[in-house]
């Protein structure tokens, strides 16, 4: 029989996993041609999460977790579900049911028919967000489709069935810069897209802020992609013969007419502004280092404090 993982990242979900727990008990049942495997992964949650996901455990053995020694966001919440599933077939839901279990048996049957690696989801309308949030989730991801070699579909969700080559080559990318659906794109595989109407979260509340997410979005665009050093660097060609130009220009008015005062303020201007780019492109060239700094240091995505899984990574 093959074996099927759900991976749960939980921060904070003590009030939805109940409801989480039984719509997935009942799916599960459609689902008996199946290993079932809950890894249910928490982020250091600082409410009684860890302490509902152990009841569940108590009494169903399908129940794992993993337990992390403090909050390390949800990219490294499904990094540790990744290294520690061991189902022939992984997904990753969120734990509020924003992701449907019921969307599950559908995945499956995709998955089964032979011809994809992979079923991703898509929400294609964004009912019940904040109007300004759905604005700029739309902008980010025209500019990425742009400027970005991983294939980055707007309204994808992490939530994704994938088969096990599909994990390992997950796994295998260690990056300490996490930005998963990147990633899932970057790897490629055959990928079907599976769209369905956005679902309010069933309780609790959000734990992304407007400016958490603004930090991811640039976490984005700077792990998969160049383009803003190539538009620091193209902005500074421009500059120069702009600037050589324009020197020529003073130059030869100074033969002609001879030299004046008059021109200050425009001088001015004309250092500020150069000044303002070149800080700029330095704060671009800074963000790509501090990636660097980041990735060389090779410390660790997530550490764990508790689990009831044998041979844990
Ligand atoms: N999550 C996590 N660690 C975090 C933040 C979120 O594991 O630091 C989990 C959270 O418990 C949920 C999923 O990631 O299962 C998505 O979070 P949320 O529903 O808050 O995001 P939204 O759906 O609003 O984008
Ligand atoms: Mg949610």
Known sequence: MEKLTLIIPCYNESEALPYFYEEVCRVGQELDRYELELLFVDDGSKDDTL????????????????SFSRNFGKEGAMYAGFCNASGDLVAVMDADMQDPPSLLPQMLQLLEEGEYDSVATRRVNRKGEPKIRSFFARMFYKIMGRISDADIVDGARDFRLMKRKMVDAIVAMGETNRFSKGIFGWIGFKTYWLEYENV????????????????????GITNFSDAPLKIASWSGIILTLVAAVALLIVFIR?????????????????????GGVQLFCLGIIGQY???????????????????NKKDAK
Request: hydrophobic share 40%; proline share 3%; charged share 30%.
């Open 51 to 66: 302490s509902v996901i152990k009841g569940f455990a108590e009494k169903d053995e399908r129940v794992k977790y993993l």
């Open 200 to 219: 309010e979260r069933v309780a609790g509340e959000t734990k992304w802020s407007f400016w958490k997410l603004f930090k991811y979005s640039l976490e």
């Open 254 to 274: 100074a033969l002609c007419v001879g030299d004046s005062v008059a021109g200050w303020p425009s001088t001015i201007c004309i250092i500020l502004f150069i």
């Open 289 to 307: 280092i501090s990636k660097i700094f980041h990735e060389t240091k090779k410390r660790p995505i997530y550490i764990l404090s508790e689990t």
